[in-house]
Each structure stands twice: as C-alpha cells, then as structure tokens.
C-alpha cells in the first residue's frame, strides 16, 4: 500500500486532468456528429424518429456500416443512419454533414475541446458544434435550438447525480481554457476520482474565479452534498486554495502533492545535461517500499545534487516535503 501511494503521488494532477478533459471532449464530438446525422435525416423526412408521418416522404432504415472520421490526431466512430422508399425522382440521400473525407487540423481540434468543455460548463454547446461542423452546417434553427437543449439536459443530469461510489483517491486541478470565456481569471476546476479498484472518472467539472478557496470549496461541497465520502487521499500540484478547501469540507483527507510537479521543479534548476540522471534518482525516492527507504534515497540523491554543484536543486528536494511523502 506504501508503494501504491507514491505511484498514485506520482501521477501529475495536471496530467491526469488534462487526459480525463480530452476523452470527454472526443466522447462530446462523437456524440455530436452522430445527433447532428440522426437529426440531418428527421429535417429529410420532415418528421423526427419514431413519429409517423406520409409514406411517401421516406422512411428509415437503420444504420450503415460504422465510420470513422478523422478530427485531428482524434478518431471517433459514427453509424450514419439510412433512408429508404424516397418518393420517385427523389435524389439519393446523401449526408451534407459527414462527407468522405474529413478532418479538422490539429489547432481546430484543441479549439473544439476548448469550446466543448466550456460548453459543459455554460450550457452553451452551439459553438463548439459549430467549429466541429462548420458554419454551413445544413440543420435549421429549430434543430439547433433542439439539439442545444438536449446537450443542457444530459449534462444537468450528470452534475446532479448522486455520487455512490467509494473514491480512494481524488486529483484536482484548474485548467484555464481560453477559449471566449469572458473573465480571464475564470478557469475550470476539475476533479477525478479513482475508486478502490483503480478506475479513474470525473467527478466535478465547474468554472471558477482562478483557483480560490472559496471556488474549490463550493465544487467539493457540491459533491459531498451528493453523496461523495472523504477521499483517503487528495493529489494537486501547489494551489493553496485547494488545499484550504480540502481542509474545510474534507477535513480527515491527506494531502499528496504530485512528485511530477516536483520533479519539474527540480530540473527548472538543473543543466540538460543532468535530467536523465535526476529522474532516474528521483523514481528511487518516490518509487521506495517504505518511508524509511525514501527518506534515504532523498538524502543520497541530495548529497549527489551538492557534489555536482547544484545546491538550490538540493534545498528544493527538501522543500515542503512532508507534503510530497505520504508514506
């Protein structure tokens, strides 16, 4: 359990943040295309699914074979629907908004993930749908209107579900998006949750003014209110605001600060020339079976750090370092 400690302290918060934000962001464009080609077919047949309506207007006819498209350096699969018993002299449907070829350049893919995930936290999903499928995209305002609500209502009901899970772990970070929010000290705050068998899930996504107390408190109260129980262990990197809050609505969590954090800290103050050896010393400390052992890995690499020169890397090692060592 010692070592399964210092790996989990090991994980950057910001890294598991940021990886947690883009499989929610590729899961929100999957999810988009596929309402925008299920929508595109209700405006043919002028009748949303499942309504019945002329038989001479078309009808459905299930899915075709699964696509993928191309959206950056992402992939997401869609099954664009079918029609069939198009009235005579009719074109062939062909789908305006899934053409055979597509892709989004590396820029606009991180442009949407900004949007989208801003989206979730304004209720306002149009522009990242609109940067997905441009501004021309062929559905009416009613549809859009239509769609917007649906995306509200899904997420309302996923940051209002009761929490039922035990979290052993948590990690926390704010992420600023820059992406057309309208105060640059807003920043989403941003909680994932590992359960006791080791699967990772996001637990809070709310905006906040920077990384205040008072706005991490208001996130970690919210989920305490739907049944969230005290994490055995909270990792973050430095932000006292976090901490401070951690320690008003889960006062018996531990604080971990996350060794990645701390080893960028480290080599800020090394040569290049020095990385590889620092962190292949550094796994030694963070990675040791008991404190015991970490505490004098830390001191050898110390020693180590003085002997080449390097004296303000040393006294950083030992900076805050209760905070770094749950062991």
Not at 91 to 97: G, H, K, L, N, Y
Not at 100 to 121: K, N, V, W
Request: net charge neutral.
């Amino acid at each position: 359990m010692a070592r399964y400690h210092a790996n989990l302290a090991a994980e950057s918060a910001s890294t598991m943040v940021v990886d947690t934000l883009e499989s929610i962001a590729r899961e929100g464009a999957r999810k988009m295309l596929q309402a925008a080609l299920e929508a595109e077919i209700d405006e043919r047949l002028d009748r949303p699914r499942y309504a019945r309506g002329a038989a001479a207007s078309g009808s459905r006819n299930g899915h075709g074979r699964p696509r993928e498209v191309g959206i950056g350096t992402w992939s997401v699969e869609v099954r664009p629907p079918r029609v069939r018993d198009l009235p005579a002299g009719s074109e062939p449907f062909t789908s305006a908004i899934l053409p055979r070829r597509r892709y989004l350049s590396r820029d606009t893919q991180r442009l949407f993930a900004r949007l989208y995930l801003e989206g979730l936290s304004s209720g306002d999903f149009e522009p990242a749908f609109r940067q997905l499928l441009g501004e021309k995209a062929t559905l009416s305002a009613s549809t859009m209107l239509r769609l917007r609500a649906e995306w509200e209502a899904e997420y309302k009901a996923w940051r209002t579900r009761p929490i039922t899970s035990r979290y052993a772990y948590t990690w926390s970070d704010g992420i600023y998006l820059g992406a057309g929010l309208e105060d640059e000290s807003s920043c989403m705050l941003v909680v994932v949750g590992a359960c006791d068998d080791g699967r990772k899930e996001p637990l809070g996504l709310e905006l906040g003014y920077r990384e205040s107390a008072e706005s991490w408190a208001g996130v970690l109260r919210d989920m305490r209110e739907r049944g969230l129980e005290a994490p055995l262990v909270a990792v973050g990197d430095g932000a006292l605001g976090l901490w401070a809050a951690l320690t008003m609505v889960f006062p018996a969590t531990r604080h971990q600060r996350c060794w990645n954090h701390r080893t960028l800290n480290l080599l800020d103050r090394l040569p290049k020339r020095l990385w590889a050896q620092m962190r292949r010393r550094l796994r030694e400390v963070w990675g040791a079976a008991t404190r015991a052992a970490c505490e004098a890995a830390r001191d050898e690499l110390a020693l180590w750090l003085h002997s080449v020169g390097q004296d303000s890397a040393a006294e950083t090692l030992y900076r805050d370092w209760d905070d770094f060592n749950l062991l």
